[in-house]
T-cell receptor, first 116, second 112 residues
Framework: AQKVTQAQTEISVVEKEDVTLDCVYE???????LFWYKQPPSGELVFLIR??????QNEISGRYSWNFQKSTSSFNFTITASQVVDSAVYFCALSEARNAGNMLTFGGGTRLMVKP | KAGVTQTPRYLIKTRGQQVTLSCSPISGHRSVSWYQQTPGQGLQFLFE???????NKGNFPGRFSGRQFSNSRSEMNVSTLELGDSALYLC???????????FGQGTRLTVV
């Protein structure tokens, strides 16, 4: 069965620090998709990135970057020069192609607090 | 382009009652999924509908049911409410299978 683990339940940093959120996944499927979502206090999950299992290229979007390593089953998320607005709960999620749908298995989430 | 709309935003119900939550997906999206979020269990998948057919179902009792209409709007129903059903219920819409899901703001259900 698929599983996503986010070992860091809470991280606190000071503004402008870099921070990495870890995500480790388990799946028996050879084709799968990995996601990161941000949940601000308002409750809505905001989509950040989707990665398929055949694309191990790292991705950079502004201050955000993602490191996908199949060898260690990890999909880590780094925020460079963090800002107070980055404070939120971040979720890593996995979807397996064999489910032929959009069923997401989420990790437990990492609460990021960025202090001014 | 309008996002995913969930109604109502807040609900208070009594144990034993039933409740219906509604979700309007992004225009053109055919897949709607439902998730339950609680402090103890985190985000858990309930079910997914694609073109009015249930594609996947999570590990929830039969009291939880859903459906999707021809216009892709979806409803989920919980019968015989229990205190443990208190949660944030999130709906997500996707254009196709294995594509990114966009979430609504959720319905916060409190069972007293």
């Amino acid at each position: 069965a698929q599983k996503v683990t986010q070992a860091q339940t809470e991280i606190s940093v000071v503004e402008k620090e870099d921070v990495t959120l870890d995500c480790v996944y388990e799946t028996r499927d050879t084709t799968y998709y990995l996601f990161w979502y941000k949940q601000p206090p308002s409750g809505e999950l905001v989509f950040l990135i989707r990665r398929n299992s055949f694309d191990e290229q790292n991705e950079i979007s502004g201050r955000y970057s993602w490191n996908f390593q199949k060898s260690t089953s990890s999909f880590n998320f780094t925020i460079t020069a963090s800002q107070v607005v980055d404070s939120a709960v971040y979720f890593c999620a996995l979807s397996e192609a064999r489910n032929a749908g959009n069923m997401l298995t989420f990790g437990g989430g990492t609460r990021l607090m960025v202090k001014p | 382009k309008a996002g995913v709309t969930q109604t109502p935003r807040y609900l208070i119900k009594t144990r034993g009652q039933q409740v219906t939550l509604s979700c309007s997906p992004i225009s053109g999206h055919r897949s709607v999924s439902w998730y339950q979020q609680t402090p103890g269990q985190g985000l858990q998948f309930l079910f997914e509908y694609f073109s009015e057919t249930q594609r996947n179902k999570g590990n929830f009792p039969g009291r939880f049911s859903g459906r999707q209409f021809s216009n892709s709007r979806s409803e989920m129903n919980v019968s015989t409410l229990e205190l443990g059903d208190s949660a944030l219920y999130l709906c997500a819409s996707s254009f196709n299978i294995n594509t990114e899901a966009f979430f609504g703001q959720g319905t916060r259900l409190t069972v007293v």
